[in-house]
């Protein structure tokens, strides 16, 4: 019954002890290579509209996403497959790696 216990709770112990930091732009780099036949090499895209441009986007909002994707709260059969093995470090990585690419993004300021 011991070993039970112990067999339980040492994989919750060990996610929670892992250190998250705020994401590397480098590490995302390397981490978005699977990425890359949808959303582009930077994230720019392939030049499919069904594939969104995730370049210059808010990290804030792609990690939201790809946690969205993960839980399932967003739907969608091909990122749920991808963003279901993204660790927390993954997701921050791949956000800051986006984020920090230039891209047509914009907001609404120049119509003002
Ligand atoms: C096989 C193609 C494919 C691959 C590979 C892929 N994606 Fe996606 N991705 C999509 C599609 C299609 C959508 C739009 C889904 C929808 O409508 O919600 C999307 C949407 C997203 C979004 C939301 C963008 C937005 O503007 O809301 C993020 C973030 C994202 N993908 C990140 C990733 C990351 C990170 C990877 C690699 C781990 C990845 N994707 C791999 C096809 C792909």
Known sequence: MKHLMLALL????LFSAAPVDAGNAE???EKSAICQACHGVDGNGIGM?????????FPDYLAHAMRAYKTGEREDVVM???????????????????GSQKGPLADLSHFK
């Open 10 to 13: 040492l994989p919750a112990a």
């Open 27 to 29: 590490r995302g780099r």
């Open 49 to 57: 509209d069904m594939y969104p441009i995730l370049a210059g986007q």
């Open 80 to 98: 749920r497959g991808f963003a279901a093995p993204l660790s927390e470090q993954d997701i921050k990585d791949l956000a800051a790696w986006y």
